[in-house]
């Protein structure tokens, strides 16, 4: 156990549809990495946030977005869903930012869009 | 930007022996080279890192060895057990801010008894 929670694991949802996925890092940390993986692109880094403020940004598209709360959770906003979104999200946090910390994962959610 | 080459994409070995993957980086500027081994289901868990002042590093059973000449650096299991069996992905990030860890395509190591 990584100690980084996200819910929910999974998530059935149509196509159009707008979806909001969770994260809480390991206590103490205070970075918040989002990727993507699916079995074409592998794991893509998507967007990273440190004490609440965005910090990198990756191949996010334009229809995600993300946020970081001042309990230091995270928030993954997906809209106007399509079939090629289906796909594992992952969080990880990691204490610090920029400087090479060590990241750790969570769980997942399997999204699913129909 | 960074681009990660990883190889094999799946490897069998029998338990007992050892299972090398080896991945190659684009950017010199990539100072930070960790390791994530994912089971099914399971989100990747860090098993081992290695910074660029480093050349090797070993826990227990597991190695990593980094050449930054040849920007290549390589995962050694040695006496695999068939727990090892899952997906193994190797990562590079440049030490900067706005920067993060950029992935290889994974491996998929079998472990049979």
């Known amino acids: 156990d990584s100690g980084v929670t996200q819910t929910p694991k999974h998530l059935i949802t149509a196509t159009g549809q707008r979806v909001t996925l969770r994260c809480s890092p390991r206590?103490?940390?205070?970075?918040v990495y989002w990727y993507q993986q699916s079995l074409d692109q592998g794991l893509q880094f998507l967007i990273q946030?440190?004490?609440?403020?965005?910090?990198a940004k990756g191949n996010i598209l334009e229809r995600f977005s993300a946020q970081q709360f001042p309990d230091l959770h995270s928030e993954l906003n997906l809209s106007s869903l399509e079939l090629g979104d289906s796909a594992l999200y992952f969080c990880?946090?990691?204490?610090?930012?920029?400087?090479?910390?060590?990241?750790?994962f969570g769980p997942g959610t399997r999204l699913t869009v129909l | 930007g960074e681009n990660v080459e990883q190889h094999p994409s799946t490897l069998s070995v029998q338990e007992g022996d050892s299972a090398v993957i080896k991945c190659t980086y684009s950017?010199?500027?990539?100072?930070?080279f960790p390791w994530y081994k994912q089971e099914l289901g399971k989100g990747p868990q860090l098993i081992i890192d290695?910074?660029?002042?480093?050349g090797e590093k070993k826990d227990q059973r597991i190695a990593v060895t980094l050449n930054k000449t040849a920007k290549h650096f390589s995962l050694h299991i040695t006496e695999t057990q068939p727990e090892d069996s899952a997906v193994y992905f190797c990562?590079?990030?440049?030490?900067?801010?706005?920067?993060?860890?950029?992935f290889g395509k994974g491996t998929t190591l079998s472990v049979s008894s």
């Open positions: 946030y440190y004490n609440g403020e965005e910090r």
């Open positions: 990562a590079a990030m440049i030490n900067q801010a706005g920067t993060a860890l950029i």
């Open positions: 950017d010199s500027a990539s100072n930070y």
């Open positions: 206590s103490g940390d205070l970075s």
């Open positions: 990880a946090s990691s204490p610090l930012s920029g400087a090479a910390n060590e990241q750790f």
């Open positions: 290695i910074r660029s002042n480093v």
